[in-house]
RNA sequence: GGUCCCGUGGUGUAGCGGCCUAACACGCCUCCCUGUCAAGGAGGAGAUCGGCAGUUCGAAUCUGCUCGGGAUCGCCA
């Protein structure tokens, strides 16, 4: 070994003791006749003290290093002197006087310093992202991230779960998200797709007898990306054979309980998890994802709003569409610029505007509201009866902003629950520290979709139907639930899952819902159905996201920062500089050639 | 595919029609310095303002296109 001491561990009690030590130079500070370096390794730093007294030859050689260069220093650990102790660092008390210097690797300059407190471009990081991951910071995530999945193949493998590896190399089947495909150079002509999530495979283990699956497993969706999405991410896939819906929840809802408490002790979080229906869900924050660390809630009001003279509520509500509200506590009186930048907000996420009631504070009671008391961008349509009404049945109180949206149920419910997202924080409705989880289910089996007007699944076709629901399949599919359910974290979807159906028969009209052909059936999901005529045993299991869960833990907002070599929103690498061009022999080989696509 | 934000020495910013032969901080280089820890002091090098085209007597500054990064809608079973 190089050294035979981690930097960062070195304490007092080490005083006296000669160590070896090997890392990079963090910082210089160069006094002429005495010159300190910060050393860094994984670990922590330590201050190397280069003396001519105790080696002339290694303080020469130590003018020449600069940040980043690789050392090898040795020498006697020494209590430093009185009052130049520096209690910001872990080693302060102790300082390493060196004997003997090695250079092992010198360094350019660095594009940037490699220090936690870095504000420079993405792009740069990604560059050079063995530089950036080099920070404390990033070092710290990575642990988070190895502990996070070190925990769960240490609780799963006490709860006989058996990791799986499954191919990458799988078969493109055209629903769901764009595939990324893969040329076969001995099938030319044909090709390959990496898989979205191993769903097909895992419930043939479950048919193979495997009971109890998972895996760590990478998944590819040729899709734009977000701050939380990248084209290839990482999965906890688990599958379990003989179970419920119930005894799912319960193992995962234990494992992240147990990551929790282990990983980041620190944390607050609720326990046991929250659980909410989709449907309640969808009424109380307008999405299936809901940030219940603050309320905030939704409220229909369609009733209180019309039939009150005022056409644009009349109009929405006669086509079918709904009024919402949202109750902004202290925000009732707002500036007209920032009620104007909630309107501008609410049609970035698809709405046409929306109507604000704000209320001054400083009113004794609702009952004797003053016509110059409150302002709406409505204001000569909204008598103080009827604001009187509103404050009433949203439960908003004098000083408080009512928002309210009509339109159809969709776009209220996006914009409303934008609206609520954004409050929450500029609000500083919560705690950083805390996680609130919490189980969504009973979600609909279908989705109507207007573009092609046909049933869609609302997550995959292998979800079961409730068994009460049965009934509806092929009268009303818009009345079925399935069995399924999400996990989410602080609005952030964690993951979802569901109970699979494993016969054959209540598989088939499900694929008679969608409007699949025989044909197609037998291409798509052959081998999966093959397998379910042998005997295929209940089963049901989760997708659960590791890269947001890691981001969450880590207090982080985009999933970038758990990822060793991320990809950017245009899903390239800038460190490989991929995607690239090809040799053409390769092209060549696999029979592949471009034409003109414009 | 749409909308919005950003692009000035290595890094982060300022400058937003002539005062820019582009400013400041950090970093970098040279020299001085034995107790610093974002060390200090003195001096120095370094950008034609993402690219292209246009408007103008004159463009970092205005316009168009384009490239790159980010946020977001669509998309993501």
Redesign the pocket.
Known sequence: MYKNTNCGDITLDRAGDFVIVAGWVS????????I?I?LRDRSGIL?V?F???ISEESHNLSEKL??EWVIQVSGTISK??E????D??KT?QI?L?AKELKILSPSK?????VIDD???????R?KYRFLDLRRPKMQNLLKLRHNVTHEIWNYLSDKDFIQVETPILIKS?P????DYVVPSRLHPGQFYALP??P??LKQILMVSGIEKYFQIAHCF?D???????QPEHTQLDLEMSYVHKKDVIELVEGLFISIVEKIVPSAKFNKPFLHISYEESMERFGTDKPDTRYGLELRTISEIVTNIGINVFDSVIGNGGIARSIVLPGCGEYTRKQTDELINFSK???GKGLVFIGLDKNIQSLDNIQDDQYRSSLKKFLSVDIVKNIYNFTGAKPGDLVLIVADQAKVVN?VLS?IRTRMGKELNLFDNNEFNFVWVDDFPLF?WDD?ESKW???????SSPKEEDLIYLEKDPAKIKAELYDLVCNGYELGSGSIRIHDRDIQTRVFNVIGYQKEDIDTRFGHLLRSFDYGAPPHGGM?LGLDRLVMLLGGQ??I?EVIAF?????A?D?LFDSPSNIDSNQLRELGISFTDLD
Do not use: C, W
């Not at 300059?109 to 310093?113: A, I, V």
């Not at 870095?118 to 740069?124: A, F, P, Q, R, S």
């Not at 899709?223 to 999405?229: G, S, V």
């Open positions: 910082r210089r500070r160069d006094h002429g006749n005495l300190f910060d201050q003290v003396n001519p007294k600069r940040n430093r002197k009052g130049a102790e520096n910001d660092l302060g300082e006087n300059t660095p594009p940037f310093e870095l504000n420079i471009d993405e792009l740069t990604l089947t629903e769901g998200a764009r979205q999530s769903q097909q969706r899709e734009d990306l977000r701050a939380d999405r970035l996420s698809g996006n934008a989705e573009l869609v699944p609302a997550h995959h076709v292998f997708g907002d985009n970038r991320p990809k950017t929103q245009t390239s800038p």
